[in-house]
């Protein structure tokens, strides 16, 4: 897996797999989220390998309070103070979200007994101030395990958060979906073959449109309405057809039948279109990406796609053309991808680790 295999996080991993340290019996786990408004939980950790062995309660954070949206605020407080107490009896609790992980140290969290708790996928996915930099790593050093997605995030936020190296954990973001894909249409959305772009924070379309109109390529980008970072009507003008309004069945959709991937990121100092990329390598979909934080540890170059340097438009135009032209070169990215993903990314694969993981906290508490 690239730097990813060779981490020392990594490495930790498989020592604990080894001790094979177990409770005699099931843990009281708990878990802290975001509620999804399309009425989704996380069922890899419930349901998945070893974790189906112990008992979860489940805890949903509403960020919203529709009916008296003024009233949001103490709303949320609210639910945070119900969850640490629904949590005290716990032996551990998972914590996903920042907002969630501040929420649940914050006060009058010290006034209520916390169970051993690990910070689920952290990442820094925008320009933050100082003050939530300080705030979240007050928030990351009363945790007792964080993990993060890439080993770039894990060396940075070390130093950034100041936190201890022993409790930063790479456990690389895993696929979502638990029918193997198999809901997503076989019928093509569009009959001509396309190159597919999608996402919003930390994109950039205008050189991939650039590219795709230079090649006489069709494109397809996914966004939303309110992307700032290019001019949706110039990415118009250059030929790229535009979608705005689509939900995660129909951008997978497109990605399932896209010929390629293509993700150029808008700085190459925050992560970007990890879950996008794991996506497409479960759906035999090669990738061709600009170079950013993490992006090794999922996109190996000449591997399972093309990863050319950040800035460099005759490269990624190459690398485009190269992919689009070169059927055996495609072929090959497609293969490696899905079996990348079956080794790294597969809801199993992070099932263990987060099982070996809490062992190993439970086990310090023994």
Known sequence: ???????????????????????????RFAFVAPRHPDGSN??????????????FHAIYIDNTLKSIPKATSFFIRWQYWQAMRAVASADLVFLFSTDIGLGMSAWPSQFVRRPKRIYVGFTQDGAWSQKTMD????????????????????????????????????????????????QYPDERPIEQPYVLSLGSPNRRFTPIAQACNALN????????????????????????????????HTSLTYLKHARFAAMCFETPDLPGAFTTLIHAMFMRVPSVVTACLGMSDYVVDQENGLVVPHGDQDALTAAIHRVWTEPDLHANLAELAFRRANRNYSLQAAAGQFHDLAMNLLSQNR
């Open 135 to 182: 705030r979240l790593s007050n928030a990351l050093q009363r945790c007792d395990a964080i993990t993060v997605f890439s080993e770039d995030e894990r060396q940075l936020y070390v130093r950034r958060y100041r936190l201890n190296p022993d409790r930063v954990h790479l456990i690389p973001i895993h696929t979502d979906e638990s029918d193997q894909y198999r």
């Open 1 to 27: 897996m690239g730097q990813t295999m060779t981490s020392p996080a990594v490495n930790g991993l498989r020592a604990m797999k080894h001790r094979q340290v177990e409770p005699s019996a099931p843990g």
């Open 42 to 55: 996380w069922p890899w950790l419930t349901q998945i390998g070893p974790m189906r062995r112990h008992r």
């Open 217 to 248: 390529i069709p494109l397809v980008i996914i966004t939303r309405p309110w992307h700032r970072s290019d001019s949706l009507d110039e990415l118009a003008r250059l030929g790229a057809a535009i979608i705005t309004d689509a939900d995660k």
